[in-house]
């Protein structure tokens, strides 16, 4: 079995955006998915974007620049639209910037899945788009740092390191563990 075929039976497609050009390049699994014909296309940058929602295509490329700077993974859902902004489905991405090579563009390549809707009378389900945790952490470390540098002994600086708990590991799931630790001198 080719990989097209195993991708299309688990209804996951692959999308790549070429950051200089801004051309944007689905499989026909992936066109499918954003509300296209189900046929493998190139599209101009502004004509990919209005398949999503418009606050999610801001919180996407948000997203994309920091997983650029860090050399990470980029993932976040995504709510696909009709021209008229009614939502269709919801769609996740997890997708890497691979350079160019010479120049200081980038390639994103990446995979796009349905998200199934959450069952009548459950929660939305699922946590909420990546860029709020990826926000968390950075308030977290900006928090941490300006504890940490307001210690003014090594006693300090333990106490604050113990108070410390990273968005998503801790049982609140707050970072309110730092104000905590750096308010209570």
Not at 60 to 87: F, Q, S
Not at 156 to 184: I, K
């Amino acid at each position: 079995m080719r990989t097209e075929d195993l991708l299309a039976a688990i209804a996951t497609g692959l999308w790549r955006w070429d950051s200089v050009s801004g051309a944007v390049t689905y499989d026909a699994e992936a066109a499918r998915l954003v509300g296209l014909p189900a046929e493998a296309v190139t599209l101009p940058e502004a004509a990919a974007r209005a398949c999503f929602h418009p606050a999610d295509w801001l919180e996407v490329k948000a997203i994309v620049e920091l997983a650029v700077a860090e050399g990470t993974l980029a993932e976040a859902r995504l709510r696909i639209v009709d021209e008229k902004g009614t939502v269709l489905r919801t769609v996740r991405t997890r997708s890497r910037p691979i350079a160019r090579g010479g120049d200081d563009g980038y390639y994103l390549l990446g995979t796009l899945q349905e998200v199934p809707d959450p069952l009548p009378g459950t929660s939305a389900g699922g946590p909420p788009i990546t860029g709020d945790w990826r926000r968390n952490r950075e308030a977290f470390l900006l928090d941490a740092g300006r504890a940490l540098a307001e210690a003014m002994s090594t006693a300090e600086v333990l106490r604050v390191a113990a108070g410390l708990s990273m968005p998503g590991f801790s049982r609140t799931g707050s970072r309110s563990s730092v104000s905590r630790a750096s308010g209570s001198r």
